[in-house]
């Protein structure tokens, strides 16, 4: 078992309920900046061959103030313990502020590293990165760590919505998010679930596809960030497959997709945690509205919508 700590350590033990000691997996907090408390070492993420390559992935912020996404490998002859000397890293772009900086790193059913990253940090995402293609912030990237491009220590996939394109991010497989904490791959259908966190108004739960525009700095959930605004231009946009308003539960962190048995309430469901609260978006009432969604939707794996 690995728990990551936000200050830069990764901690190892056995997955044992009498487990009493840990072993520091990795520790990073000479590089990992803290000044923010959002800020920190946010996400880890397995190779699917680790077991033969060693690689690891991890998320960490940086100064001057800036994302990382570096490769490690554990060492040859203890599996407790990282190379620290062994940092390759992908990729490292700045940040304006110190809050949203997602931070979740995901292996896809088809092999590419998958990166969520916050919209930069302010009220109402000031620059507008969230919508800008020029820019990593604000998107869930997509990227292949087993070949490299020219000057890179990763590749862009050839079959990514805006690779190829002059003047964009090709890495950038779908924008217009705030701050995704989490999202997770439902393992039967690929299907890629992620938590958006709201503003000041309404938390969101969004199905991710290729290419597709999640709305912020516009939307807010299923509505427009402004209040007052006259009309909001929707069908721009792909809309959360819910939301729910402040008044029922604070920051949405993200959640799996449970098929298990031992928990019969959840099945189906997607269990969401809300950060302050520490509640679930509550299964017998959501289920009806996500499961609704999912049924209109089909099953295809996601690397099959991909054409
Ligand atoms: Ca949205």
Redesign the pocket.
């Known amino acids: 078992m690995f728990v990551v700590e936000q200050d830069g350590r990764v901690r190892v033990f056995p997955n044992q309920s009498d487990a009493k000691e840990t072993n520091v997996f990795l520790d990073l907090r000479g590089v990992v900046r803290r000044e923010h408390n959002e800020e920190g070492l946010l996400g880890l993420a397995f190779h699917p061959d680790y077991r033969t390559n060693g690689q690891f992935f991890v998320f960490y912020s940086v100064t001057p103030r800036g994302s990382v996404v570096s490769r490690f490998r554990v060492s040859k002859d203890d599996p407790d313990r990282a190379q620290r000397d062994s940092e390759e890293i992908l990729l490292q772009f700045p940040k304006p502020y110190g809050n949203h900086n997602g931070g979740c790193l995901r292996f896809g059913p088809d092999g590419c590293l998958y990166i969520s990253v916050g919209d930069g940090g302010l009220a109402g995402d000031p620059h507008a990165n969230a919508q800008s293609l020029e820019m990593l912030n604000g998107k869930i990237l997509r990227i292949d760590v087993n070949h490299k491009d020219d000057g890179k220590n990763y590749a862009v996939p050839k079959d990514n919505p805006f690779a190829g394109r002059g003047g964009v991010r090709g890495e950038i497989w779908a924008y217009?998010?705030?701050n995704v904490w989490r999202f997770s791959f439902d393992r039967p259908t690929g299907t890629l679930w992620a938590a958006?966190v709201g503003q000041d108004r309404h938390e969101?739960v969004?199905i991710i596809d290729r290419g597709g525009n999640?709305?912020?700095n516009i939307?807010?959930?299923?509505h427009p960030l402004d209040p007052n605004a006259e009309r909001s231009p929707v069908g721009e946009?792909?809309?959360?497959v819910l939301?729910y308003p402040r008044v029922e539960g604070k920051s949405v962190t993200g959640g799996l997709v449970y098929r298990g048995r031992r928990l019969p309430d959840f099945g189906r469901s997607l269990p969401l945690r809300r950060l302050h609260l520490g509640q679930r978006v509550g299964p017998a009432a959501r289920r009806e509205e996500v499961d609704g969604q999912r049924q209109d939707r089909p099953h295809e794996p996601a690397h099959q919508r991909l054409r």
Not at 219 to 222: A, D, V
């Open positions: 217009g998010l705030r958006d969101e969004d999640y709305g912020w939307r807010e959930g299923k946009f792909i809309e959360p939301d």
